[in-house]
C-alpha cells in the first residue's frame, strides 16, 4: 500500500477530545488492550497529529518520532504501524514466516503461504487484521489482511496467498519515522507461540495438523549461514539455528526449548568424534562431513555466533583437552591427525539417537564437492621423489605442501622467509617457458604449477563418494521474462552435483515464498531436467547453494536478463 511515493495533504494536531475518541476507538477494534498498553501507544500527554495522504482517503496518525495508525478508508478503520506493534506485540494475532521471505515482502510482495510457519494457523480466518513477525525475533516486520483461512488449507493445503500486506518495514511510510524509531528491536518469542484469535485467547499451546496439510518445512527458530574462517574448499554461509516441527497427523507440536549456538556446536563435536570419523583429514573437512551432518535434526550451526567465533579457535580449545591432536600442513590448513574416543569427556556421552539413525533426509540431502589435482608427467617425478603416490588425488593444500618441502629440501628460497625462489632444472623442465635459474614468486609458483596437474573432483552425498575426472560442469541460473514483465528464475545443471530437483523445489519454495515446478527440456544446447521458480530469486538460490549444498561458487553461473 504504501511501496509508491505519496505525500502528505496536511498534518493537524489532534485535540484533547479528540485523543480520547480515537482512545475509545483503538480499544473497541482491539479489545484485549490494558490501559497501560493504550497509554504506550496513545498516551494522553504528548503531541498527536492527523495527516491525509494526498489523493485518497487514507489518514495517518503519527507522534513526533512514528507513525502509530493508518485509517485506510477515513472511517476510523484502524491498522496499527510496525512501530505499535513493536510496542505491543499482543494487540494482534501474528503470523509467522521463514527467513528469507521478510525481504519479498519488503520488495512489494504479498504474503504466500508457502512463506509461513505453519503454527497458530488453527485459528487463521479469511479477513482478519494480522501482523508478521520473522521466526525467532517477535517484532512486527510488516501488518495486513488475511486472504485465506483453515478451512480452505485443510482443503488445499499450504498453497496461495495467505495476506495482502497493508504496511512493511522500508517502504515509504516506514521513511515518516526517525532513525532512532527505526532501529529493529529483538523480541522474544514466547514458549506459548500459538496466536490467539481476534474474538478469544488460545490457552492450548500446541496445534494439530490435518493429515491433509501439505508442509514442506516449518521452523520455530530462525537460521543463518555458516562462513568457517579457514582456508577451504567449503564454505559456510548465514544460517540462523532451525527447531523443526514434526509434520505428523496424531501427535500436537510442541515448541522445543532453543539451544544456543554454543550447545550445538559442542554436541555436534562429541558426536562426531564418538562416532568416529577418518584420519588424517583436514578440519574443513571434518567441520563440513563430520560435526554439521552431526547436528541435532531441524538445527543448524553459525560458527560466528558461538563464544569461539572462528572453527580453528574451537580446535584448539580441544586439543588443549586432549580429544583431538591437529598440526597446521600450510598457512591457514589446520589437520586433524588423531582423537580419543576414551577421553572422559566422552566416557558418559551416549550418540544420540538422530545420529544413529543418520539424522533423516535433512543431512542426505546435502553435499560435498572437492577439488582435487593428480600429477602427471613430468610433474608426477617429482612427487615420487619426495616419497609420494604419483596415482593419488590430491587437494590443493595437500599439494602445495608436496611443493614447499621439495623447495626446502632443494634450498630454493633466495633467502630466508623470501616471497621468491629461484627455479632449478626440474621446476624449469615442468614449467617449460620458464628456465633454469629464474627467479619467481611463490604465488606464481604455486599457481603455475597447481595450473600443471590434472584435475579431478569428488562428490561426497551421505555415506556415497564419487570421483570423476575433469572440473565439475556448473550449475546454471538464469532468469527470463514471461508473460509480459514476469520474471522466472530457471536452474540446470544440479545433476552435476547430485542434487534432486524436486528437493530442492520443495525448498525454494518454502525460503524464497514462490511456486516452483520440475520439467524436462529437449531442445537447446543442455537438453535435461530445468528447475523454474517464480520470480528473480537469482542471489536467494546462490546462498542456498553454497551455503546449504556446499556447492563452490566458481560452480555457479548466475546470468541476469538484459535490460530492453
Known amino acids: 500500500m504504501f511501496q509508491k511515493q505519496f505525500k502528505l495533504q496536511s498534518k493537524n494536531l489532534v485535540k484533547g477530545s479528540d485523543k480520547k475518541k480515537l482512545r475509545d476507538n483503538v480499544k473497541r477494534i482491539f479489545p484485549t488492550l490494558s490501559s497501560e498498553e493504550m497509554d504506550l501507544i496513545v498516551p494522553l500527554k504528548g503531541e498527536l497529529y492527523l495527516s491525509r495522504v494526498a489523493g485518497t482517503q487514507t489518514f495517518l496518525y ?71 513477525y520473522t521466526e525467532g525475533n517477535r517484532a512486527a516486520v510488516a501488518v495486513g489482511e488475511t486472504s485465506t483461512g483453515q478451512a480452505e488449507i485443510t482443503k488445499l493445503g499450504m498453497k496461495g496467498r495467505a495476506m495482502e500486506i497493508i504496511h512493511v518495514v522500508g517502504d515509504h511510510l516506514w521513511d515518516l519515522a526517525s532513525k532512532e524509531a527505526q532501529e529493529f528491536p529483538n523480541i522474544p518469542v514466547p514458549i506459548e507461540t500459538i496466536a490467539p484469535s481476534e474474538e478469544t485467547a488460545s490457552e492450548d499451546s500446541t496445534i494439530q495438523l ?17 562462513e568457517p574462517a579457514i582456508e577451504s574448499a567449503t564454505q559456510e554461509n548465514d544460517s540462523d539455528s532451525k527447531s523443526e516441527i514434526s509434520e505428523t497427523s496424531s501427535t500436537p507440536v510442541q515448541v522445543e526449548n532453543v539451544m544456543s549456538q554454543d550447545e550445538i556446536l559442542e554436541i555436534s563435536f562429541l558426536t562426531a568424534v564418538k562416532k568416529g570419523f577418518p584420519v588424517p583429514i583436514l578440519v574443513s573437512q571434518f567441520y563440513a562431513n563430520h560435526i554439521l551432518p552431526s547436528r541435532p535434526p531441524g ?17 584448539d580449545e580441544k586439543q588443549k583437552e586432549g580429544i583431538i591432536n591437529f598440526k597446521q600442513i600450510s598457512e591457514g590448513v589446520l589437520q586433524i591427525e588423531n582423537f580419543d574416543k576414551t577421553h572422559q569427556s566422552l566416557r558418559g556421552f551416549t550418540v544420540p539417537e538422530y545420529a544413529v539413525k543418520g539424522n533423516s533426509t535433512e543431512i542426505s540431502s546435502k553435499i560435498q564437492v572437492y577439488e582435487m589435482l593428480k600429477p602427471v608427467p613430468p610433474l608426477s ?65 604455486f599457481k603455475m604449477i597447481l595450473g600443471e596437474m590434472q584435475p579431478w573432483h569428488v562428490i561426497e552425498k551421505g555415506e556415497s563418494r564419487e570421483v570423476k575426472k575433469g572440473n565439475p560442469k556448473p550449475i546454471q541460473i538464469q532468469t527470463k521474462r514471461r508473460q509480459g514483465n514476469k520474471h522466472v528464475t530457471l536452474i540446470s545443471g544440479l545433476e552435476t552435483f547430485g542434487i534432486n530437483y524436486e528437493e530442492l523445489a520443495s525448498e525454494l519454495r518454502v525460503k524464497c515464498a514462490s511456486s516452483t515446478s520440475v520439467s524436462e527440456e529437449h ?33 555457479i553461473e548466475a546470468e541476469t536478463p538484459t535490460k530492453k
Open 523 to 555: 531442445s537447446g544446447k543442455n537438453p535435461g531436467k530445468v528447475l523454474l521458480v517464480q520470480g528473480t530469486v537469482i542471489k536467494e538460490v546462490s546462498e542456498i547453494l553454497i551455503s546449504e549444498y556446499k556447492v563452490p561458487k566458481k560452480f
Open 62 to 132: 503519527q507522534s513526533d518520532v512514528e507513525p502509530l495508525f493508518i485509517d485506510c478508508t477515513g472511517k476510523g478503520d484502524l491498522w496499527p504501524t510496525v512501530f505499535t506493534l513493536w510496542k505491543v506485540p499482543s494487540m494482534l494475532p501474528p503470523l509467522v514466516i521463514h527467513p528469507g521471505v521478510q525481504s519479498h515482502l519488503e520488495r512489494g510482495a504479498d504474503l504466500m503461504l508457502p512463506g509461513v510457519v505453519p503454527s497458530g494457523l488453527e485459528t487463521l480466518k479469511k479477513g482478519q487484521r494480522r501482523y508478521v
Open 210 to 226: 490435518s493429515p491433509s496439510q501439505s508442509i514442506d518445512s516449518a521452523f520455530i527458530q530462525s537460521t543463518d549461514p555458516i
Open 299 to 315: 538445527t543448524n550451526l553459525d560458527i560466528k555466533k558461538t563464544k569461539f567465533k572462528k572453527i580453528s579457535t574451537f580446535m
Open 381 to 445: 617425478d617429482l612427487f615420487i621423489s619426495q616419497g609420494q603416490d604419483k596415482t593419488k588425488l590430491y587437494a590443493p593444500a595437500e599439494a602445495r605442501k608436496v611443493l614447499s618441502e621439495y623447495i626446502e629440501k632443494q634450498n630454493l628460497e633466495i633467502s630466508k622467509n623470501s616471497p621468491k625462489i629461484n627455479l632449478d632444472d626440474t621446476l624449469a623442465k615442468i614449467l617449460r617457458k620458464v628456465h633454469q635459474g629464474s627467479e619467481i614468486s611463490k604465488q606464481d609458483f
